[in-house]
């Protein structure tokens, strides 16, 4: 008897903890994707600068002008 109620117990407070959480991915999700396009503009934002563009131009240029 004291095993089928321990079970009882148990399973409710699963329950509980499942519909207390149900929530926590769908902000999860939405905190990622936020936070993923702050990075995406803010490295949009040094990659189109003059300096890192001259920088990148100049490595292109190198990489193609290479003797093999």
């Known amino acids: 008897m004291v095993r089928k109620i321990m079970h009882w117990v148990r399973s409710v407070s699963d329950v509980v ?16 994707t936020i936070a993923a396009c702050a990075f995406a503009a803010v490295l949009y934002k040094v990659v ?3 300096a890192v563009m001259a920088q990148l131009q100049s490595l292109l240029k190198g990489a193609l002008d290479a003797k093999f």
């Open 48 to 50: 189109t600068s003059p």
């Open 17 to 32: 903890r499942a519909r207390a959480d149900s929530g926590m991915t769908t902000s999860e999700y939405a905190v990622g």
